[in-house]
């Protein structure tokens, strides 16, 4: 059981340690210090769903939602692709990525249904969460469950940390020039993950 549940945890922190939308998003938010505790939290909640998903049904859903899989590549690369090009008229701008960053605070509903869209309209998230780790957790045969809540601890862990360790790169990003660069970096990784999915 304990060695399931350290391999599990590993293997989520390796995949979801990689730059992505969600993890941009997350970066962001604790850098601006705004709703923290509720954007972790709702990552690494949403993680344990999907995760716990793939452990108890992964063969059911295959089954059940044969044309799932286009239907969530092709509407969240056109998330990405939008949200990306949001993010490359901030850096192109500049100034307002940082004026947003101190001044204005997006409320929490709003933050929240962002964030919501980037965990589940995200095929990548499917594919890791539920396939990925339902598959491989079926590997250990009596402890599917251990496994499923080392990986689950692993989202916990890796939100939680992403979120708060932010603050520690606040000085960084009291220039407006480090604004315009993440604004920048954010872009290309959305686009990238936007025409990654629809190739």
Known sequence: MIVAAVNGLLLSLSLIVAIGAQNAFVLRQGLRRQHVLAVCLTCA?????????????????????????PVLRYGGAAFLLAYGLRSLLSAWRGGNALALATDQTQGLAATLATLLAFTFLNPHVYLDTVLLIGSVASQYPGAEAAFGAGAAAGSFLFFFALGYGARLLAPLFARP??????????????????AKLVA
Do not use: Q
């Not at 909640?45 to 899989?69: C, H, K, M």
């Open 45 to 69: 909640l949403s993680d344990a769903l999907l995760i716990t998903l793939g452990v108890v049904a992964l063969s059911a859903i295959n089954e059940a939602l044969p044309g799932f899989e």
């Open 177 to 194: 020039s480090a604004w315009r660069i993440l604004d920048g970096v954010i872009a290309v990784v959305m686009v990238l993950l936007a």
